[in-house]
C-alpha cells in the first residue's frame, strides 16, 4: 500500500543529457523538455557568474552576445567541458520538469556519453541529486539510442546501432542486455559545422557563423547525389574586403565540404565491423545497422553507408528522440536492467 502510494505521487524522470540537446521525459507524460544543451552566463564587475537563460533563450543569444555576457555550450565533443555551467544545467531542468508537477523526489534515469570519465559520472549524479532526485541511475548512450529504436536489446542477438549526435558518433553492438562492442569518436554534428564553415572561407572567402553553418547542413546537406539539388543563400563578411555580402550555396558545395567527415564516421563502422564476433556477425547483416541521433537525418546518409559496408543500413525513426525515449524505457525496467543501467 505505502509502495503503491508511492509510486502514485513519484514520477520517474529520464534525462538525454546531450552535447546539442538536452531532453526530459517525465514517466506517463512524454517529453516534455527538449531544449539546446546552452546556457547563457552574466558575469558581474566582480566576475560572479549568473545564468541568464538557458536552452532555447541561451542558443538565441549565442554568437550575439556582448562581453559581460557568455554563452557556453558546457557538455562538448561528448566530454564535459565544464563541470559548474553543466550541474547548473541540469538543475535548471530538473526544475523545469518539476513545476509541471509537484513529484515526491523523483527517481531520475540520467544517459551519458560512452566513455565519460568516473569523475564526470560523479558530478552527474551530484548535480541530479542536488536538484531533488531521490536515485540516480546512468545509462550509456548507444544502450539507450539502442532501446529507443526498438532492437531487441535483452535477445541473444546483435544489434548494431550507430548514432550521430552533435559532439560524438557512438557504434555500439548490444546483445543480451548489454553493450558487447562499443566505439566512440569525436566526430559528429559539430564536426560537420565545422568543415562547412572552413568550406566558405576557403572558396569563397567568407566568414559564417556556427548557426548559418548549422542551418546550411540541416536545410540543403546531403550525403548523395540529389536528383534535384538544393540551394541556400547565406551572409557572412567577406575576407577580402571585409564587407558583408552574400552567396549561394549548393547541397552539391555540402556534399563536398562533408564527404571527408562522413567517411570518417564509414571507416569507424567499418572498423567495429570487423572487431565483430563471428557469431554475431550474422545478426547484423541479417538485422542491419540502424542510425539514430540528429545525424541520421542528414539526406541519403543511410545509402551512403550501405553502399560502403554492403549491408542495409536504416534511419530509426524520429532519431533525436530515440535516445530519451530509449532512458524512459530503462527506467521503467529497472529490475531486468540491472546490468545496463547501473548506479555506481
Ligand atoms: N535535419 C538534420 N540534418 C542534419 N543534422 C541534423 C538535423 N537535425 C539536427 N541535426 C544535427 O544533429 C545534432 C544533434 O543531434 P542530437 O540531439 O542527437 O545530439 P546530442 O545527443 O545532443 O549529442 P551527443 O549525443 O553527441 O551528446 C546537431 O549537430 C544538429 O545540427
Ligand atoms: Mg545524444
Redesign the pocket.
Known sequence: MIKKLFGLFSSDLAI????????VLVKGEGIVINEP?IVAVQYDHMGKERILAVGHEAKEMAGKTPAHIRSIRP?KD?VIADFHVTEMMIRYFIEKAHKRKRFFSPRVMICV?YGITQVERKAVKESALNAGARAVYLIE?PMAAAIGAGLAVKEPQGNLVV????????IGVTSMGGLVLCKSIRI???R??QVIIDYIKKNYNLLIGERVA?NL??KI?TAVTLNEELSSTVYGRDQVEGNLISIEVTSEHIRMAISDTLREIAEALKSVLEEMPPELAGDIVENGVVL????A???GLDKYLSDIIKIPVYAAEE??LC?TKGTGKAIEQLDILQHVAYED
Not at 538525454?16 to 531532453?23: F, K, P
Not at 548514432?163 to 557512438?170: A, H, N, Q, R, Y
Open positions: 538525454d543529457l546531450g552535447t546539442a540537446n538536452t531532453l544543451s557538455m561528448g556519453p548512450e548514432d550521430i549526435g552533435g559532439g560524438t558518433t557512438e559528429a554534428g559539430d560537420l559545422d548549422e547542413k540541416i546537406g539514430t541521433g540528429g545525424g537525418l542528414i539526406r532519431p533525436l535516445v
